[in-house]
């Protein structure tokens, strides 16, 4: 019936034209990123399907939602592909950029098509417990043949998911009058400044009383609540607000 029904078959070719195409359909994954504070973490940009036709290069944006959470110190493009490759800014860290990579060696043609690929490394610093967004977008995806296919290619964007830094290997020294404080949350900052292992507003007065003697003879880190570098009144706010 089909060959005696021209119609029908056009439409049959057609059909099984758009499943090859979906078969080998792009889309860039980078997997949620873990981090604790104060540390790094890696996390791949895989490319799922290399385009029919090959790539001949792409553009990536990349923002980090909330910036006083994490930010990026470092994209290592894969080595293997050879190629031009550049990173804006060009000066690390940042929350807020692009990396691009043009196929100058034609490593990545029809031949290639339908493989999946690992184009670059991202590496993301934790800055402060909590949750954020890694937005990734394409502005440039580009097949041989200059076949834009950016609007068709589904960039995932990762959670970043920032832990306590663990046990801080500052020590912290007690305070005159009382025990030595303790970081009772794991969080990497000494909450429980009279050590008697509860926090509360007696904390935030005792460091209200202390904090010129906290900036002289405590290691800032354990102390420095709104994480500016230094001790002073926006810690003592910044503590109080952690009461909840």
């Known amino acids: 019936m089909t060959r005696n029904n021209p119609f029908l078959f056009l439409l049959l070719i ?27 973490a890696t996390v791949d940009v895989i490319l799922d399907a290399v385009p029919p036709k090959g790539l001949a290069g792409y553009e990536i944006d990349v923002t980090i939602a909330d910036p006083t959470r994490a930010r990026i110190t470092g994209v290592a493009f894969n080595s293997s592909l050879g190629g031009l490759t550049d990173v804006e800014p060009t000066t690390y860290p940042f929350t807020k950029g692009y990396f691009q990579w043009a196929d100058t060696g034609e490593v990545l043609q029809a031949a290639q098509a339908g493989q999946t690929i690992r184009l670059a490394t991202i590496t993301v610093e934790g800055l402060s417990s909590g949750s954020t967004v890694l937005n990734a977008g394409l502005s440039d995806f580009t097949s041989d043949g200059n076949e834009l296919l950016s609007s068709a290619t589904p960039v995932s964007s990762p959670a970043i998911i920032v832990t306590g830094a663990g046990t801080p290997t500052a020590i912290p020294v007690a305070l005159p009058g009382y025990p030595k404080p303790s970081d009772l949350n794991n969080d990497g900052l000494c909450e429980d400044i009279n050590g008697d292992g509860v926090f509360n507003y007696s904390d935030v007065t005792i460091y209200f009383q202390n904090w010129h003697w906290i900036e002289i003879n405590e290691p800032v880190t354990l102390f420095d609540y709104d994480l500016n570098g230094i001790i002073d009144f926006g810690d003592i706010v910044q503590m109080n607000q952690m009461r909840g």
Do not use: E, F, H
Request: net charge positive; no cysteine.
């Open 14 to 40: 057609a059909g099984l034209l758009l499943l090859a195409g979906s078969a080998t359909a792009s889309r860039i994954s980078i997997g949620d990123i873990a981090v604790q504070k104060g540390g790094t």
